[in-house]
């Protein structure tokens, strides 16, 4: 008989594997800016936005808000800028998310991942 083991990959590891999608109109609202920041891709575990003044640095930590064209779709996450990774671009990682909003992002990022499906099998 064969020993079956899984191991947990480290959290490191774990944002790299997550599904990262691109959402057109999808923008973050940082707590205590007036300007919002476009959102390059979104994943569960976190989300990489567009800075070209480079506002932000490595290591802060902020609340934000994510807009879809404008409207609120979840509101009260909070993130962490892990890395700059050039061209105005910054990969945030969520903190502390509360599970109302950790299932907001997960069905987001369903609905997403089944939309991308259905037009694949649509053009066969």
Known sequence: ????????????????QA?????????????GWSATFPIKDLSATGLALVDVDARLRQG?????DLLLQGK????????KAMRLLGKGLIGCSFVDVAP????????????????IIALKK???
């Not at 008989?1 to 790299?16: I, L, T």
């Not at 599904?19 to 707590?31: K, S, V």
């Not at 109302?100 to 991942?113: G, H, P, S, Y």
């Open 19 to 31: 599904f990262r999608t691109r959402i057109p109109g999808l923008e973050a609202r940082l707590e």
């Open 122 to 124: 649509s053009k066969g």
């Open 60 to 64: 802060d930590e902020f609340g934000l």
């Open 72 to 79: 609120p779709l979840i509101v009260g996450l909070k993130a």
């Open 100 to 115: 109302r909003n950790e299932a907001k992002l997960d069905k987001l990022i369903l609905e997403v991942q089944k939309r």
């Open 1 to 16: 008989m064969d020993e079956f083991s899984f191991n947990f990959p480290d959290e490191e590891a774990q944002q790299r």
